[in-house]
């Protein structure tokens, strides 16, 4: 039901009358602190923090090229390492409101005391990227993960940025999903171009 919720919401966006004439950046670099990590491990839940870093870099009009790398400590010395290297295509509706679709390959570890396990997924995303003032943007992605090993889970992306000047933001970020929940602040940088005047 949260998850409808959310989706209603980002949906929901998609009827703000456009506020300002910024263009969108893809184009960025990040770093984040992952302030809660949440894994559903069956028998067990897991929490923990990490740190992550990202980026992407506009290869041709509409289509970017990106990857992100999470590092967390989990409960009973449990660590995990998530990689995901991809791109995605862009499109704009209105001069604030992009559609954005991602394509990624995922590779995730997880190792304890006891052993470790890996497993890679492909990932396909779609969602919004929307200019609600001079200073702040939202994203909202709908993400969907098939792992090699038979499980699959869908999430919900959010992130919201407020812009200090055109190229560097901070950002909050809630990764939404059945089995892992994600909580994050980082900051961002974006390059060759304007996106929050």
């Given at each position: 039901m949260k998850l409808w919720t959310l989706?209603?919401?980002?949906?929901?966006?998609?009827?703000?009358?456009a506020l300002s004439q910024a263009e969108f950046n893809y184009t960025t670099a990040?770093?984040?602190y992952l302030l809660d990590v949440e894994i559903d491990?069956?028998?067990a839940n897991v929490d923990g923090d990490g740190l992550g870093v990202g980026g992407s870099f506009e290869v041709a009009e509409s289509f970017f090229i990106g990857g992100s790398y999470e590092d967390f400590d989990l409960d009973f010395n449990i660590n995990?390492?998530?990689?995901e290297i991809g791109g995605g295509y862009f499109h704009e509706l209105n001069p604030d409101l992009d559609f954005v679709a991602t394509l990624n390959f995922v590779d995730v570890e997880i190792s304890s005391d006891f052993g470790s396990a890996e497993d890679d997924a492909i990932a396909l995303g779609g969602g919004i990227r929307t200019q609600l003032s001079d200073s702040i943007q939202v994203?909202?992605?709908?993400?969907?993960?098939?792992?090699?090993?038979?499980?699959?889970?869908?999430s919900l992306d959010l992130r919201g940025r407020w812009y200090i000047n055109p190229e560097f933001a901070v950002q909050l970020r809630m990764n939404l999903g059945a089995d892992i929940e994600t909580i994050a602040i980082g900051v961002r940088g974006e390059f060759g171009g304007s996106t929050a005047e």
């Open positions: 989706t209603g919401t980002a949906a929901a966006l998609l009827t703000l009358p990040e770093a984040n491990g069956g028998l995990g390492d998530w990689l994203d909202a992605m709908l993400e969907y993960y098939s792992f090699d090993e038979g499980d699959s889970d869908t």
